[in-house]
């Protein structure tokens, strides 16, 4: 547009054109052409602060996505270091659990194994202030006065969840 408004221009100032008509055409067609290289200008002037409130947004995003990425990565650390504690003490707890395990007669193991099973994980449950921790539930007088009647090594179960009952001192006997 530049470059034909220039030759117009150049056109007009020779004095090439003499007809008063193509003359006044002439003249309109530099203006119109002056004033659509204005509306584009302005138009690329727009386009170029959208781009630069783009990029400055881009900029932006790439700063949070770092954070989120280093937040990530720490997240990332805590759980395995987390998850190497926690295989370290499963570790440990089966050994403890091996050792436990021989030393209890097998007719009382195969019972806790099967209740364990039938139970979800959980074949014995601590008596803790006459409730059962297996199923939370209080025992009744009648149980709390057979349990208290019961030898120390007799095996002993809830009549509410069939888990196995381990006697404490604080078991509210």
């Known amino acids: ?25 002439l003249q309109h067609e530099i203006a119109s052409l002056a004033k659509r290289q204005g509306d584009l200008e302005d138009i690329v002037l727009e386009i170029m602060e959208r781009r630069e409130s783009a990029q400055e947004r881009a900029r932006e995003l790439a700063g949070r996505v770092e954070s989120m990425e280093a937040k990530l990565a720490d997240a990332a650390t805590r759980r395995d270091t987390a998850v190497a504690e926690l295989d370290g003490e499963v570790a440990s707890l089966t050994k403890e659990r091996e050792v436990v395990s021989a030393s209890v007669p097998a007719d009382l193991m195969k019972l806790y194994e099967r209740l364990r099973v039938q139970q979800g994980g959980v074949g014995a449950a601590r008596l803790h202030q006459r409730r059962c921790e297996g199923c939370r539930l209080e025992l009744n007088i009648t149980e709390v006065n057979d349990v208290r009647a019961a030898a120390p090594d007799q095996v002993l179960r809830c009549e509410n969840c069939g888990r196995i009952l381990v006697r404490t001192p604080d078991s509210g006997l």
């Open 1 to 25: 547009m530049r470059q034909r408004a220039a030759r117009d221009q150049q056109r007009l100032d020779s004095g090439a054109v003499t007809s008063p008509k193509d003359l006044e055409n």
